[in-house]
């Protein structure tokens, strides 16, 4: 199974003939490949898994989608300590 994490583009850049940015995760920032998401612009949140972005999303999509998994990570987290 594979995982697609919503971030918020915080830069745009080129590299190469690549549309790329940089995508803030709750704090922590990566280059991602935009390619696949043309229209995306600074401020726009992306679903990105391995390092490319596979779609575009709105804030309320993605805040929810964020606080979920931070909810799931209490859980996991109240489990592994039982």
Known sequence: MCLG???KIE???QE??????VVNFDG??????????PEA????????H????ISSLNETEALETLQ???DLDEIQTK????
Request: proline fraction near 5%; glycine fraction near 12%; include cysteine.
């Open 50 to 53: 391995a390092g490319f972005a």
């Open 41 to 48: 612009v600074v401020g726009d949140y992306v679903i990105v």
């Open 28 to 37: 922590v920032t990566m280059p991602v490949c935009l390619e696949t998401t």
């Open 68 to 70: 979920l998994l931070k």
């Open 16 to 21: 190469g003939n690549l549309k790329m940015g």
């Open 79 to 82: 489990l592994d300590n039982k």
């Open 11 to 13: 830069k745009l850049f």
């Open 5 to 7: 994490v919503p971030g």
